[in-house]
């Protein structure tokens, strides 16, 4: 075998394992990073970006059409293979060239196969030749292996291939109908494609729509999938699946209704991609979601870190925040704090400190790209309250704002911001409506940076934008 040793070495070529090596390199280590599939992982090829671009196209037609003189020059419908050969060009058509290019420019080695911890600080590579390469890392081993789909524990849904999130990114045509086991935020934004494309959706949330989000957000979202065609059954739960000779899935409920759909996507969570990585030759169990510290390194069961701490996890693995974004915010941290402990600089690991991830806790955004978009950062209301904060809501109807009545005729939306009454702090907040997603970076700023509201009154809106709704929060508060 031939033996190949690194300042650090990353499992898993996603974005986030890039990022590592990235923050690793630029510090003057060097870095290695071992890929099984596509460098640029889940986010590139089967996630945010495909995804995002089979939504874009008709968020464009709905924005038109929601303008009196831009809606008479719409004269048809989507074209729903130009949509799905843009999803391509945004997958780089499932080739990593690029990404690859990209590595080799950053000076980080890529090591195609599957990366397995064989020992401290090692890592053996097997290609897909069986050929198995050994990886010695002077400092550290990072986990950055992500995670894939969920499939629950129901009586003939693996027999039955059902798609998945991959599957629904990577679809080569429409169905005809589709059904959606869960109504999370996966199977609300393709609820929302597939029913723009031509689908016939049918959408089985047992839990709610966006279960998770503000109540007011769920409830708008799951209105406007009903508008669009959508049959969404709040509550129902699937008992068993069966796939036809033809192809045709049927799904059995509690109620002894049965649903029968052309394709069948079941988007329910995630699960770490944690099985055959070696985690059982360092005393951890193979398939299990990785604890962290504050600096994420990985601490087994008894709370101690694994070996003198060379290993680390960031990403979906280490189940704090199951976002690409967060997860590269993660990864800035870790290469960082690799770099300090390789130089003997001091750790700054103090809350919000640069070797941490502390927005993790409270702070973290993200934008459903349903009609409406949903945009959020930190706490709901109930969450908050769950965590023992004196809170205050105060909400705001977003079509009241001159610059939502410019945006979009008969615009529709709401503004919720969750104050900590303590601090005088906004600690949450959620906005529904069209385009809101670019409000976004100003509520997290505001929530990172626990700005007063006493000093976010003098942040003046520029007029007339729909950003004016912080003037209107903050005149509701009482400001």
Known sequence: MEDTTYDVIVIGAGPVGENVADRVVQGGLSAAVVERELVGGECSYWACMPTKALLRSANALRAARQLSGAREAVTGDLDADAVLRRRDAFASNWKDDGQVSWLDSAGIKLYRGQGRISADRVVEVTGEDGATISLTARHAVVVAAGS?????????????????????????????????????????????????????????????????????AGERVAKSLQEAGVSVRIGAQAVSVTRNGDGTVHVALTDGEQVEADELLVATGRTPNTQDIGLDKIGLKPGAWLVVDDTLRVVGEDGALVGDGWLYAAGDVNRRVLLTHQGKYQARAVGDVIVARAKGEAIDDGRWGRHVATADERAVPQVVFTDPEVASVGLTAAAAEAAGLRVRVVDYDLAAVAGAALHADGYQGHARMVVDEVRQVIVGCTLVGPDVAELLHAATIAVVGEVPLDRLWHAVPAFPTVSEVWLRLLEAYGR
């Open 148 to 216: 894939s789909a969920l499939i629950p524990d129901v009586t003939g849904l693996r027999e039955a291939a059902p798609w998945t999130s991959r599957e629904a990114a990577a679809a080569s045509k429409v169905p005809g109908r589709l059904a959606i086991i869960g109504g999370g935020v996966v199977a609300s934004e393709v609820a929302t494609a597939f029913a723009s494309l031509g689908a016939v959706v049918t959408v089985l949330a047992r839990d709610g729509v966006l279960p998770l989000a503000e109540p007011f």
